[in-house]
């Protein structure tokens, strides 16, 4: 696992669980040097604009081709690529649901478990994960905060090789709400955590 503690931000706030770590951190996230970062993807799998435009370029060509080969996955699907170029050693594309999907808080909280399925499949055991669905997918980001708290803190709780989970805010208005959640749920290190399983997953996990 990669040594983001070193490297952290300023604005940066490490709460452990078990004997792992959830980190918030601010910052670009297709820049960081980490083992996994996951991309809120469609289910076509185009990189698009955004933060697809940044993998493009600081990635090269062979993301997309690896993306051509699978074709697509259904929403909550996830799939796991090389990371080209970049710092990431792996991109994990999932594809998550829009704003006023039906069901869009299960199929939210379903596309974060499979990413991290896919992250352990892979035998990594760091990952970062943006704001899922806020900005272009327009999950507002008070729902995009309650979810993935809740999901991540829960998963890193049960049984999971999983040992570093970031959520990379974006800007200081992502980075204030998560920490505002994170505060409230997340109980103080020298409390005791009760093992929960991971919430089920729909969809599945591609390889």
Known sequence: MKDTAARAPASSLEVPIQS????????DITALDVEAFVLYTRPNLELGSGFGSAITRRGGPSIKKELDA??????????????????????VHAAGPA??????????RATIVNALKAVEARGLTQVALPAMGAGFYAIPLPVCVRVMVETLTRYLAGHTSLG??????????????FEAALASHV?????????VGATPALGAVHE
């Open 20 to 27: 792992r770590t959830l980190r918030l951190i601010k910052d």
């Open 70 to 91: 699978v074709g697509g996955i259904a929403v909550t699907e996830a799939v796991i690529t090389t990371g080209g170029g970049m710092k990431a050693g792996h991109i």
């Open 99 to 108: 704003f006023q999907e039906p069901d869009t808080e299960v199929k939210l």
């Open 164 to 177: 570093e989970v970031i959520i990379c805010a974006n800007d200081g208005h992502e980075y204030r709400a």
């Open 187 to 195: 109980p103080a290190p020298s409390a005791s955590h009760a093992t």
